[in-house]
């Protein structure tokens, strides 16, 4: 059998986290704090360097250019008369004179600087007596005035290669002048081996202190994997320490511990839903099981036996419906049931309901009183809706003294349409008023099932009136009747 690529993907996975171990959350901040900071601090370090540098040597060139010229100037040559030095850019109008081939060069001297002469050939013609054996570098490839770095001896210099030019304009010799730069090499050097040995323990005693920052900035976080860990069934009340600044992990602390309220809130609420529902179906089950025991007993009456397996369909009709309900709460909280909203007449539904429970009602004597009766269009799912009514007329009549009356108004307030169902029961106290919506509440908080219902009725009218955005609430007096309400949106 092939495997899925999703087995390969995840043994591939596997392999690679056996090799690379993911790293914590407090290491991957450092290290991607100190990557950054270490190209930062690389990008920094280049660019001191390499403008230390281009600084240095542009001094340097334009130490090159006055040696270049103070040298011309103080030279006294007799002989034929050169044009001036036009390519040079710190000379306007120097005059050099030439005695022949033999150039007196000793006389051309600087301070700290090496000067050479060249004939056009590249034969060195004449020197500054502090250049002794040595000779300049010269470079007959370059044209003009070219400065570039070369040596004398095993001395570092800058150099710079000036042409002579006669006034025609042709070249007719060069001369080169140098200065050393060993010092200030020697000093780049320095600079760089102090900046080479000093980033890897900048950048690791970063790495460290960033750790430990991110080790205190993220504690919250290792509390909330500490409670999450010791959450169970029996401290779910746990809940996580708030950090005293309230930044985003104060945030995520709080966001944390209202999920887990509602998490409790869900967990207590499907608590009870299980053992209410279970209580529900194990009463009529033990009722069915016992009447039949008994029925098997002994030989019984034809009318015996029609009694009680009547009795046993009523009561597993009773477990039908409370099934039924079950499921129809299931379907809308999972939301897999499909709503079919549109608009329709309220008063002909309501109508529809009231008809059908008109057999019901009579039954105790009760009576239905119209009081306004608005005509008006609402949004909502016919079935819904109906489900919705005959949910709490029937309520109403079931908890109705015999005799009474439960009276109905619709009437526009505000431009919604407002439908309110009276009866004259028992009411319910008012501490007990929000929680009649809940599912398996009874207010008697008996679980006898005397009245015949479950407490899952006003449950669904709950759900169904809130998918539809239809307001729904309930007023109360004890001894006197409830009132349930019901506000419809505009179109």
Not at 34 to 43: C, G, I, S
Not at 357 to 380: N, P, T, Y
Request: charged fraction near 25%.
């Amino acid at each position: 059998m092939k495997p899925s690529d999703n087995s390969v993907s995840s043994s591939r996975y596997a392999r690679i986290g056996k090799f690379f171990p993911p790293m914590s959350l407090r290491n991957r901040i450092a290290f991607y704090y100190t990557v950054t900071t270490a190209l930062l601090m690389a990008a920094v370090f280049g660019a001191i360097f390499f403008s230390i540098d281009r600084i240095v040597f542009l001094h340097f060139d334009q130490e090159l250019r006055h040696e270049a010229s103070e040298a011309l100037q103080k030279a006294r040559l007799k002989g034929k008369l050169f044009s001036e030095l036009e390519r040079l850019c710190v000379l306007d109008s120097t005059e050099v004179k030439l005695n022949g081939d033999q150039l007196p060069v000793e006389r051309i001297s600087t301070d700290s600087g090496f000067i050479q002469i060249f004939d056009r050939k590249g034969r060195v013609i004449g020197k500054s007596f502090n250049l002794e054996n040595h000779s300049l570098k010269f470079n007959t490839s370059y044209s003009g005035v070219r400065f570039f770095d070369s040596t004398v001896g095993t001395e570092p210099v800058r150099e710079v290669q000036v042409p002579l030019m006669d006034k025609k304009g042709e070249v007719v010799a060069w001369m080169a002048v140098a200065i050393p730069t060993g010092n200030i090499l020697r000093i780049f050097l320095d600079l760089k081996s102090v900046m080479l040995a000093s980033f890897p323990v900048i950048i690791l005693f970063l790495f460290i202190m960033t750790r430990v920052i991110a080790g205190r900035s993220i504690r919250p976080i290792e509390e909330v994997i500490s409670t999450a860990e010791t959450l169970s069934q029996e401290n779910f009340g746990q809940r996580i320490p708030l950090p005293r600044q309230h930044d985003e992990l104060y945030r995520l602390s709080v966001t944390i511990n209202a999920l887990l309220d509602r998490l409790q809130e869900a967990f207590e609420r499907e608590k009870h839903f299980t053992a209410d529902a279970s209580h529900e179906l194990r009463t009529p089950l033990a009722v069915v099981k016992g009447t039949l025991d008994v029925l098997i007993r002994k030989p019984r009456t034809l009318e015996h036996y029609e009694e009680k397996i009547r009795y046993c369909l009523d009561e597993l009709q009773r477990m039908s419906r409370l099934i039924d309900q079950l499921l129809i709460l299931a379907r809308y909280e999972q939301g897999t049931a499909k709503l079919h909203i549109a608009p329709l007449e309220f008063i002909p539904a309501l109508e529809s309901v009231i008809s059908r429970m008109e057999r019901l009602a009579g039954e105790k004597g009760i009576i239905f009183v119209r009081q306004k009766r608005d005509e008006g269009m609402v949004s909502a799912d016919p079935a819904m809706l109906d489900m919705i009514l005959e949910n709490i007329v029937s309520n109403a009549i079931k908890f109705s003294p015999a005799g009474s009356s439960i009276e109905i108004d619709v009437a526009r307030q505000s431009g919604l349409l407002v439908c309110t169902i009276a009866d004259h029961g028992p009411g319910i106290p008012e501490d007990k008023l929000q929680q009649v919506f809940d599912r398996f509440y009874r207010v008697d908080e008996s679980r006898s099932s005397g009245t015949g219902g479950f407490g899952l009725g006003l449950s669904i009218v709950r759900k169904l009136a809130d998918l539809q955005h239809i307001a729904v609430s309930v007023t109360s007096r004890e001894q006197e009747g409830s009132t349930f309400r019901l506000v419809f949106q505009r179109l």
